[in-house]
């Protein structure tokens, strides 16, 4: 892996000196013209450079993982006794039907990829409906407690302390 990531570096590197020297010397002085001098240019470059790999045959190796699974946020739950938990603000109940007795305070997993919701208890999808949103409302403060935050004296601060 190291060598091919030696090559690619190489090569730009020899891109950056030599194709802005080439393209001097050419007279390129707009995208326009550097567009159509730049395919010419990479194939005598590729011609001139080139090597064939050792090996031909491909070496990657097959992908067999769950990317979506790999890359989604995992967050452990406690079901209460009814079988619901909260995520993001939304009250989720497991299926009574399919949920045994002993779930109850257990943790299950919520897997978020990307707004898709899973359960899973102990390896298995769980069935889940959404049960509630939960709306939160601001607190009301009074006039007198804002008044009396605003006008709160700071405390003094001991210019002999040994972090000051």
Known sequence: MGQAKGRVERTNGILQNRLIKEMRLNNISSIKEGNIFIKEYLQKHNKKFQKEPLYSEDAHRPLNEDLDGIFAKKNKRKLSKDLTFQYNGILYQIDPQIASFGM?????????????????????????????????????????????????????????????
């Open 104 to 164: 109850k305070h257990s943790s299950v997993t919520v897997i978020d990829n990307q707004g898709n919701i899973e359960i899973s208890y102990k390896g298995q999808k769980l069935r889940y409906k959404k049960y509630a949103e939960i709306e939160y409302q601001a607190t009301v403060v009074n006039k007198k407690s804002i008044d009396a935050w605003i006008n709160k004296k700071p405390k003094k601060i001991n210019k002999n302390h040994p972090w000051r």
